[in-house]
């Protein structure tokens, strides 16, 4: 089967967040069972990569840039929607985020059936109306996010959680550190700075994900130094080093359209049990592996958990051994997920050419 996964967002490498990160290894994975994959996405203009390469396309009077890095065709314009058809024709274009609707508008232009990959929440500012809707159908990351579809439209998308390679991820744990990935607003780095700032004795390290501007990089460096505590580390291709060193990956997101949380499941490949907020799909994925609390609990409530479970070994080695056998549960075993995929893309496909 030949799939465009499809973008109104900047792809790998400019931008290295959960949607990015599950459809590069779902590349992976169905190119190794023979299939024909490639990505169009957004070319930004916010680093480097994106500045030379929108000169490159200036100086040659191309309207696009194509790239094979990561070991598949990426397709980056700065209007990916008007270049549908410069992609090699899809039996399916796999329609991510960004504006979805128009994306996937161009391809039924051309004729090519889309399936619309819900990965946040921004179908509740679509219309009303499914029968309206470009799509042929939908795929959910979450049992929370296909209720929340379901309960707009009245339509029950197929659930297809993130795909994961326990081998990217699984380490011996010998860390001492509480790992908080992705310091940034939304994900809840103001609560999860005074958890550290009362945990005086445990150490912490920040990890960078999502860019962050110059000011809000020094505010974080400032934090960091006041406490003590903090470590600030660069984001990293190989999630293991950051893994073998935790002990407890804390979750404390604010963001209502965390639909999954990448890093949960990640981390309990290696058996790290997870404190998380309640927000969106993260008690799915957190499950019987970690302690869930309520995203706005006081941050007291916060730390005396983080420090409990810090120094309690039994109940430590309870949620550890939880989390190695949630991480272990059928739903995220990559062949039997490639194999739902490409039987819901293979229905689409026939239903679009009856």
């Known amino acids: ?201 445990i150490p912490f390290a920040f990890v960078l994900g999502w860019p962050l501007g110059l000011g809000e990089k020094a505010r974080l460096r400032r934090a960091a130094a006041r406490l003590g505590n903090v470590e600030l580390r660069d984001r990293t291709t190989d999630m293991r080093t950051i893994y073998r060193e935790t002990r407890i990956l804390l979750v404390p997101s604010q963001w209502e359209d965390e639909t999954w949380g990448r890093v949960v499941t990640e981390a309990q490949f290696s058996g790290i049990p997870v404190i998380t907020s309640d927000r969106g799909g993260l008690p799915e994925s957190v499950g019987p592996g970690g302690i869930v609390l309520p995203y706005n609990a006081p941050p007291a409530i916060w730390a005396d958990t983080v420090a409990t479970l810090w120094s309690n070994p039994d109940h430590y080695e309870q949620l550890s051994k939880a989390a190695l056998q949630h991480a272990a549960r059928d739903d995220l075993d990559p062949d039997r997920q490639i194999a739902k995929l490409i039987e819901t893309l293979s229905q689409l496909t026939a239903s679009s050419s009856d």
């Open 1 to 201: 089967m030949n799939i465009a996964f499809v973008s109104g967002n900047p792809h790998m490498p400019q931008v290295v967040g959960g949607v990015e990160v599950n459809t590069h290894a779902l590349a992976q994975e169905l190119l190794r069972r023979g299939n024909d994959v490639c990505v169009l996405a957004k070319l930004s203009l916010r680093n480097r990569f994106g500045v030379w390469r929108a000169a490159r396309i200036a100086v040659s009077g191309h309207k696009l840039w194509i790239d094979r890095d990561l070991g598949y065709p990426v397709f980056r314009a700065r209007q990916p929607a008007h270049h549908t058809g410069a992609l090699p024709r899809p039996n399916v274009a796999v329609v991510q985020n960004g504006p979805m609707l128009d994306l996937a508008a161009e391809f039924a232009r051309i004729a090519v059936p889309s399936v619309a990959y819900l990965h946040g929440l921004g179908f509740e500012t679509w219309p009303d109306q499914p029968a309206g809707l470009p799509f042929r159908g939908y795929i959910a990351n979450s049992q929370f996010t296909a209720e929340r579809f379901h309960r707009r439209f009245g339509l029950q998308p197929t659930v297809l959680p993130p795909i994961f390679r326990r081998a990217d991820y699984a380490t011996a744990v010998n860390g001492p550190m509480v790992t908080f990935i992705n310091p940034v607003a939304v994900k809840g780095v103001d609560l999860a700075l005074r958890i550290a700032d009362l945990c005086p004795h």
